[in-house]
């Protein structure tokens, strides 16, 4: 058994199968965790219903989409959705889904806010409260649930239907990795500045009740005596798998877990024990999934889009398709390789052999993809889009749409993705920047900035110095040097090393190990603030006789460390952007006296997300072409920088709106065909972000112009050209004199049943929503003539036939009024003569006999006599010289 020095206090490594155990008085002090607030829900269900509801929940999957702030549950036999429900104050926000088939606990990245889903009414029914940012995980096992906040180093067991903590937590190092569970039920947890792994046995709960449940009695009555009667999580054991201070990363196996050393580029798989070491040819930093299915683990190179199967002590590679930056660890599933890749959304299928079966295209809207194996599926998320895949032992893919319309919702709007970076040109690292050395007793202290990865990610920092080398992760820039001899002078140096090669030395201040040394801080707090700085303040330390000149400050998220500066007062402002936006950190302060000798670290301040104001959206802005001095503006999500937006504003042309749901909006009230400057900008919790700024024009107002128009006898064609103005609606009209308006096709319409021989008056009329433009003109009809007939029968044996058509009361009337012959009569017609027509009616029958056909008709038409307008017999009149009854194109009086 070893033990290590935990700021001034000795943790015990053991082995398994033993609780956890501290010296006697060493109880390892770090800051508590974050008070845990149960808020119970009003309406909650029995487990008695819970259990009807889980029984059909198999081979399904719940499925989290930041649009519209709701899971869905997938059918994984189907791959439909059969349920949609929304959880509240979550649209827009990134949320952890941790789930198996009785629990669904959901962390609101944004919020730290942590609820759990009883899965028979739907609704949250109970919530607690964590650091919001990343650096808090939820792990579930069967009937455990743990929270583990990796910066304080602090593993919390719930009960996962209540969320009330159980027993007391276990405390570890700051900076702690990992926090999954094995097949076994033991939650495996990262001690990176230990080099350990170790396995957390959950206390025993017995079944959890869900609130509200009566019927059941095997739970005690309250909550205190829920968590007292059922123990303490213990450790089941501590493997000692890499140095100190190495880049370590967790995978889940079938049974027991594997390590990969980030550092030392080594493979290790544990299960109560190690059981294999394998060292791999890798080019780069590695990465794992943090669930793996079968014999076959993939460690995935992504910057080199590379990966390296290891099954036992047999290692084969294979390269993956593409070039983009974004490929994730590689996720082993059915005996091939699924390979998610964030820039394009498809997730590449390979054999062991390296042979590109099948890529699954999912839409991600930029998002990160997520895949997790369960149920004997594998389901594929994007949750920034409605789109999932399911895919079944046989690799057969279903889509799933999360939006169906039969449950709810529908269609999210189109995204522009963003554009694929250039990847930079490559090379060794540069020198690491303000390396510093300070003297402890017998030991000292080794800090440094990061270099330059020169286009490929650095893998680990190399420190001489001593006579040794030492070794930490690309993230781990502090070093604690031991089992040096006081007195001597030592000078360090460290240089960075990625895939191209080693990179320059950068020689560190020479120190001179003492014991004469201050005492560290007694205490660190840390404070956010709104312009994206951390404050961190401290009370002076002990100097122990000597004189305390300055102060360092690390700090620490998941397993990192990075020095941020220095202070010769008690405080210090960690500049912006120093630190990741929306990541949990904490820090430590070591006391520096005026001999360059500096004290142990302090206990690590609580715990603090940086944030500032957002980024600047991608604004697009169009014209709105159904609406009158409207336009369209949509934009993409900036990003948030720590703190969740809430709310967009967009200004136009002197209109403001603020928009709190959605990336799309209109601003109307603009001026006609006006180009107007769109401005738009996000708000969080520390103020307004920059504006993403474009332009958009409104419609114009219509014109009308190359006015001419045509006639036949009884209608008139207008044809003109309408300008729209952009306007997608429009509505034309002719209105002729005396008539009704008439609506049709813009560029032509005919105006019917008009008079021959008649002038009119016309208007054209084009409208849009930006108003109305006419255009006035004047076209005659045609003229329609016809000849007034009555012959003499001089054949005839009769003498009266010889000459009737000339006798005054016979024939080729004109009168005012056809109801009856000679009727207001005001002359005759001469026989042959043409006259004008303009249209026709009934009266009284006339029957021309043998003077004109036998036309035998009651029809009378008006025509031009004497300077005026009569009405003369069809039976007399021949239209258009016909001697049959018709009135051609005459319409009717």
Excluded at 81 to 87: A, F, H, S, Y
Excluded at 389 to 400: L, Q
Excluded at 602 to 628: E, I, L, M, R
């Amino acid at each position: 058994m070893s033990s290590t020095l935990v700021n001034g206090n000795r943790w015990s490594r053991i082995g398994f199968g033993n609780r956890a155990r501290w010296s006697k008085g060493s109880l390892v002090t770090v800051a508590t965790i974050v008070a845990l607030v149960v808020v119970l829900a009003a309406t909650l269900f029995g487990l008695g219903a819970a259990n009807h509801a889980v029984a059909s929940f198999d081979a399904s999957s719940w499925l989290f989409s930041k649009q519209k702030g709701e899971v869905a549950r997938v059918n994984g036999v189907t791959g439909k959705v059969d349920t949609r429900t929304e959880i509240s104050d979550s649209k827009g926000h990134t949320m952890q889904v941790t789930q198996n088939d009785r629990f669904v606990i959901l962390r609101d990245l944004a919020t730290g806010k942590v609820s759990v889903l009883d899965l028979s009414s739907l609704q949250i029914s109970a919530s607690t409260q964590t650091t919001p940012g990343l650096g808090v995980t939820v792990a579930l096992h069967e009937e455990a649930a743990f929270v583990i906040d990796a910066v304080q180093g602090v593993v919390r067991q719930l009960n996962p239907a209540t969320l009330v903590p159980a027993g007391q937590p276990l405390n570890f190092p700051p900076g702690i990795s990992g926090g999954l569970f094995d097949s076994k039920g033991r939650l495996w947890i990262l001690v990176a500045s230990e080099g350990t792994a170790v396995a957390v046995k959950p206390a025993s709960l017995g079944r959890p009740v869900l609130a509200g449940d009566e019927k059941s009695t095997d739970q005690p009555a309250n909550a205190a005596d829920d968590a007292s009667a059922s123990g303490n999580p213990t450790i089941d054991g501590t493997v000692a798998v890499a140095d100190p201070s190495h880049e370590l990363v967790l995978s889940v196996l079938d049974t027991g877990v594997a390590v990969l050393d980030k550092t030392t580029m080594t493979l290790i798989t544990v299960n109560d024990k190690i059981e294999h070491t394998v060292a791999l040819p890798l080019s780069g930093p590695g990465d794992l999934p943090a669930r793996t299915v079968g014999r076959d683990i993939p460690v995935t190179v992504v910057d080199d889009r590379h990966v390296y199967i290891v099954n036992g002590d047999t290692v084969t590679d294979f390269a993956v398709p593409g070039d983009s930056p974004n490929l994730q660890p590689c996720t082993a599933w059915s005996g091939r390789f699924y390979c998610p890749d964030d820039t394009t959304g498809a997730v590449y299928v390979l054999t062991t052999a390296g042979q590109l079966v099948n890529t699954i295209t999912v839409p991600n809207n930029g998002v990160a993809l997520e895949l997790e194996a369960r149920e004997g599926r594998l389901f594929i998320n994007a949750p920034g889009t409605a789109n999932a895949r399911v895919v079944d032992d046989e690799h057969e893919v279903k889509t799933v749409n999360k939006y169906v319309n039969d449950v709810l919702g529908g269609d999210p709007p189109p995204v522009i993705p963003p554009p694929t970076p250039p990847k930079p040109p490559v090379g060794p690292p540069s020198a690491p920047t303000g390396v510093k050395a300070t003297a402890g007793n017998a030991q000292a202290r080794l800090t440094w900035r990061a270099a330059a990865a020169n286009g490929f990610p650095i893998i680990k920092y190399v420190i001489e110095g001593d006579g040794k080398t030492h070794e930490t992760g690309a993230n781990q820039r502090a070093l604690d040097i031991t089992e040096l001899t006081n007195g001597q002078k030592y000078t360090f140096t460290v240089y960075a090393v990625n895939a191209k090669g080693n990179g320059p030395k950068r020689a560190s201040n020479p120190v001179v190990p003492t014991n004469a040394v201050p005492r560290p801080p007694a205490s660190v707090t840390a404070a956010a603030k709104p312009n994206g700085t951390v404050a961190v303040s401290w009370p002076a330390a002990d100097g122990q006789g000597g004189k305390v000149v300055r102060y360092d400050i690390t700090a620490i998220a998941a397993g990192q460390q990075d020095p941020v500066g220095s202070s010769t007062s008690t405080g210090f402002t960690v500049p912006a952007s120093t630190l990741a936006y929306g990541t949990q950190y904490g820090f430590i302060v070591t006391a520096v006296n005026d001999s360059g000798a500096s004290s142990d670290p302090s206990t690590v301040s609580n715990t603090v997300v940086p944030y500032t104001a957002p980024g600047k959206p991608a604004v697009t802005a169009s014209t709105a072409t159904d609406k009158q001095g409207t336009i369209a503006v949509n934009w993409t999500a900036p990003a948030t920088n720590g703190r969740p937006i809430t709310k967009y504003v967009v200004t136009a042309g002197g209109v403001t709106k603020d928009v709190s749901s959605g990336r799309s909006t209109s601003v109307s009230g603009l001026a006609d065909g006006a180009t107007i400057t769109v401005k738009v900008h996000a708000v969080n919790e520390a103020g307004a972000g920059a504006d993403g700024t474009t332009t958009a024009k409104t419609i114009e107002e219509p014109t009308v112009s190359g006015v001419s128009a045509t006639a036949t006898a009884t209608a008139l064609t207008v044809k003109f050209t309408a300008g729209l103005g952009g306007a997608s609606t429009s509505t034309c009209s002719v209105t002729v004199s005396g008539k009704s308006a008439v609506t049709g096709t813009c560029g032509s319409i005919t105006v019917s049943g008009l008079t021959p021989s008649t002038s009119y008056p016309y208007t054209v009329k084009v409208s849009t929503p930006a108003g109305s433009a006419t255009a006035a003109g004047t076209q005659s009809t045609k003229s329609v003539t016809g000849v007034a007939f009555c012959q003499n029968n001089t054949a005839s044996s009769d003498p009266a036939q010889h000459a009737w058509c000339d006798d005054p009361d016979n024939a080729l009337e004109v009168q005012s009024n056809p109801a009856a012959l000679h009727s207001g009569q005001v002359g005759r017609t001469t026989h042959k003569s043409t006259y004008t027509a303009y249209c026709y009616t009934t009266g009284i029958n006339v029957r021309a006999y043998v003077y004109n056909n036998y036309k035998d008709t009651n029809i009378w038409v008006k025509i031009s006599f004497a300077g005026g307008q009569y009405y003369t017999p069809l039976a007399w009149f021949n239209v258009g010289g016909n001697n049959t009854v018709t009135t051609g194109a005459l319409p009717r009086c």
